[in-house]
């Protein structure tokens, strides 16, 4: 057994035996982790609040050879995002990018890189404004996809290679990116102002704005199918969808 010092953002929990947690992590060195916190759900642990969802920690573990569950043994919050965590709709994107991490399917190399984005992504969630909460999640998730080593090609057309003006395109998942009119046959269709949008995204820009509900379904609909034709695992709008759906609404 091993004893490592590392960084974690928390994805998950779940009760084990009586009084104990296993905890899905994410360190910037190993990837995902599975930890058990023993006796983390008594009222005076030495864990106290610190293993909530979305939290970043420092922490000490013992690492077993060849075991995919390790021993917690100390973790120390460093972040915990107290906005995000009174508000549904913030919590939503959060989980969105949480979906992410677990799913995206990626080696140890890009760990780190990732850890950085999802941390930078959750602090931009816990302050920008309302409205700019989604042009942060897409950042995020063309960002990761960079990462994985599926960048989408949103500037020009993949086949005849012309620069994509304000004419009508299509955004082939299987390729990889926008057609112009004459070779995006059958893709999906998205306006010029949502490819601009996603193109900005893409780049890092902050304070993207208010998206209207076209660029926002179209956007949406560009990355779903381009994370879903790379095997990358969890959807991410799952949890927005979900509250949006649920009885509480938006709003509430
Ligand atoms: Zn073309």
Not at 23 to 27: A, D, E, G, K, R
């Given at each position: 057994m091993a004893i490592v010092k590392d960084d974690a953002l928390v994805l998950g929990r779940r009760r084990f035996g009586e009084t104990s947690l296993i905890?899905?992590?994410?360190?910037p060195t190993k990837g995902p982790v599975r930890v058990i916190a023993k006796g983390a759900r008594r009222a005076r642990s030495k864990f106290g609040s610190a293993l909530e969802?979305?939290?970043v920690l420092r922490i000490v573990y013992y690492a077993k050879e060849n075991r995919d569950?390790?021993?917690?043994?100390?973790?120390d919050p460093i972040q915990t995002f107290s906005v995000l965590r009174e508000s549904l709709l913030r919590l939503a994107y959060a989980y969105a990018i949480i979906d992410c991490l677990i799913g995206l399917k990626r080696d140890e190399?890009?760990?780190?890189?990732?850890?950085?984005?999802?941390?930078?992504?959750?602090?931009?969630?816990?302050r920008v404004p309302d409205e700019d909460l989604e042009g942060s999640l897409w950042s995020f998730l063309l960002g990761a996809l960079e990462d994985a080593g599926f960048r989408?090609?949103?500037?020009?057309?993949?086949?005849?290679?012309?620069?994509?003006?304000?004419?009508?395109?299509?955004?082939?998942?299987?390729?990889?990116?926008?057609l112009c009119r004459r070779h995006g046959i059958g893709g999906l269709s998205i306006g010029e102002e949502t490819r601009s949008v996603?193109?900005?995204?893409?780049?890092?820009?902050?304070?993207?704005g208010i998206m209207s509900p076209r660029i926002?379904?179209?956007?949406?609909?560009?990355?779903?199918g381009f994370i879903r034709e790379h095997g990358l695992g969890r959807q991410p709008f799952r949890a927005l969808e979900e509250l949006i759906r649920g009885p509480k609404g938006i709003d509430s």
């Open positions: 905890v899905s992590l994410f360190t969802p979305t939290n569950l390790h021993l917690l043994s100390q973790a190399s890009v760990a780190g890189p990732l850890f950085g984005m999802a941390r930078a992504a959750l602090e931009h969630i816990d989408p090609e949103l500037d020009r057309c993949l086949e005849c290679g012309r620069d994509a003006g304000s004419e009508a395109l299509s955004f082939h998942a299987r390729s990889g990116g926008i996603l193109g900005r995204c893409a780049r890092g820009e902050a304070g993207i926002i379904a179209e956007g949406r609909e560009v990355l779903r």
